[in-house]
T-cell receptor, first 114, second 114 residues
Framework: DTAVSQTPKYLVTQMGNDKSIKCEQNLGHDTMYWYKQDSKKFLKIMFSYNNKELIINETVPNRFSPKSPDKAHLNLHINSLELGDSAVYFC?????????????FGSGTRLTVV | KQEVTQIPAALSVPEGENLVLNCSFTDSAIYNLQWFRQDPGKGLTSLLLIQSSQREQTSGRLNASLDKSSGRSTLYIAASQPGDSATYLCAVSMTTDSWGKLQFGAGTQVVVTP
C-alpha cells in the first residue's frame, strides 16, 4: 500500500502547455504539501493545505494553482509552462500542521519542459 | 532566516566503516529535525525524527543526535553496507512557523563501496 502516491511519475511537455500533477495519501493525515526540488537538489516548499484550506503559499508564480478537493488529495495545476519549471515535484503529508509525528513523502514527479 | 547546511556534500567509504553525516542550522528555535534518505529517481524515505526536546533517536544501525543550542545534528550509520548508498537529507521545522514547513539542507551523497 503506497502511503503518498503521485501521478504521473514522469512528465515531458512543451513550453506554454498546461499540466496537472495528482497526489493522494491514504494515511489519514490532515495536512498536505507540495515541494519542488530544483537541479541543485534543494527542496523548497511551495504550498501547504490543512483540511482543504491553503495555509502556506511560498512566493510561487500565479501559474501554479493547487487544489485540494478533500483531505486525502492535493493536486497541482501549472499553466503556461516555462523551461524553468523543469524540476522534481514532491507531495508530502503530515498529521497536524507542526508535523510532530514527521512527514511522509511521495516518490516525486519529474517534470521536463522542452 | 534559517539556513541548513550539510557537510560533507559527498562521501565515499568502504563497506563496514561507520558513516558520520553532519547537519547544522543557524536558528536554534526548531520544532523538530528529520533525517531522510533519497535514492536516485525515488522519493524521500523518513529515517529518524528528533523532537526539539530530545537529544537522540535510534533505529537499528542508525543513530541521530541533536544539539539544539549549538545548531547541530549528526547521523551515524554503523557498519555501512552498499545498500546504504544514497543521498541523506536533514530538514528542520521551526517553532516560529506554526504551519510546519520543512527547511532542507542540500544533502550528503554517500557511496559505500563493496
Amino acid at each position: 500500500d503506497t502511503a503518498v502516491s503521485q501521478t504521473p511519475k514522469y512528465l515531458v511537455t512543451q513550453m506554454g502547455n498546461d499540466k496537472s500533477i495528482k497526489c493522494e495519501q491514504n494515511l489519514g493525515h490532515d495536512t498536505m504539501y507540495w515541494y519542488k526540488q530544483d537541479s541543485k537538489k534543494f527542496l523548497k516548499i511551495m504550498f501547504s493545505y490543512n483540511n482543504k484550506e491553503l495555509i502556506i503559499n511560498e512566493t510561487v508564480p500565479n501559474r501554479f494553482s493547487p487544489k485540494s478537493p478533500d483531505k486525502a488529495h492535493l493536486n497541482l495545476h501549472i499553466n503556461s509552462l516555462e523551461l524553468g519549471d523543469s524540476a522534481v515535484y514532491f507531495c508530502a503529508s503530515s498529521q497536524g500542521t507542526g508535523g510532530a509525528r514527521g512527514y511522509t513523502f511521495g516518490s516525486g514527479t519529474r517534470l521536463t519542459v522542452v | 532566516k534559517q539556513e541548513v547546511t550539510q557537510i560533507p556534500a559527498a562521501l565515499s567509504v568502504p563497506e563496514g566503516e561507520n558513516l558520520v553525516l553532519n547537519c547544522s542550522f543557524t536558528d536554534s528555535a526548531i520544532y523538530n529535525l528529520q533525517w531522510f534518505r533519497q535514492d536516485p529517481g525515488k522519493g524521500l524515505t523518513s529515517l529518524l525524527l528528533i523532537q526539539s526536546s530530545q537529544r537522540e533517536q535510534t533505529s537499528g544501525r542508525l543513530n541521530a543526535s541533536l544539539d539544539k543550542s549549538s545548531g547541530r545534528s549528526t547521523l551515524y550509520i554503523a557498519a555501512s553496507q552498499p545498500g546504504d548508498s544514497a543521498t541523506y537529507l536533514c530538514a528542520v521545522s521551526m517553532t516560529t512557523d506554526s504551519w510546519g514547513k520543512l527547511q532542507f539542507g542540500a544533502g550528503t551523497q554517500v557511496v559505500v563501496t563493496p
